[in-house]
């Protein structure tokens, strides 16, 4: 059964980026959408954005036009470029991946902290 990884999260000054990526340890099958969520200290878990196997992509409004969902390489299953960072972007990041056999696997996330 397939378990999800991320990496790249750390600690950068407001105006930096970071990349996170995350990778399947195991298999995964029929995945038809990919994403990264995000939870702030004392804050729901939220969408970042979502990528959909028919190639469309969701952000959060708040997010479009300074974080980039792809797959980058064929190791990677989702990466979030994440640009012009915001101390409000401070959050544990989570690797999300949904089946069409109504499967979801998260990862165990990622730390963002983003100093001003």
């Known amino acids: 059964q397939g378990r999800l990884v991320e990496s790249g999260g750390g600690l950068v000054q407001a105006g930096g980026s970071l990349r996170l990526s995350c990778a399947a340890s195991?298999?995964?099958?029929?995945?038809?959408?990919r994403g990264w969520y995000r939870q702030a200290p004392g804050k729901q878990r939220e969408l970042v954005a979502v990528?959909?196997?028919?190639?469309?992509?969701t952000y959060a409004d708040s997010l479009k036009g300074r974080f980039t969902i792809s797959r980058d390489n064929p190791n990677n299953l989702v990466s979030l470029q994440m640009n012009s960072l915001k101390p409000e972007d401070t959050a544990v990041y989570y690797c999300?991946?949904?089946?069409?056999?109504?499967?979801?696997?998260w990862g165990q996330g990622t730390q963002v902290t983003v100093s001003s």
């Open positions: 990528m959909r196997s028919g190639g469309s992509t």
């Open positions: 999300n991946v949904r089946t069409m056999y109504g499967a979801e696997y």
């Open positions: 195991g298999s995964i099958f029929g995945i038809n959408a």
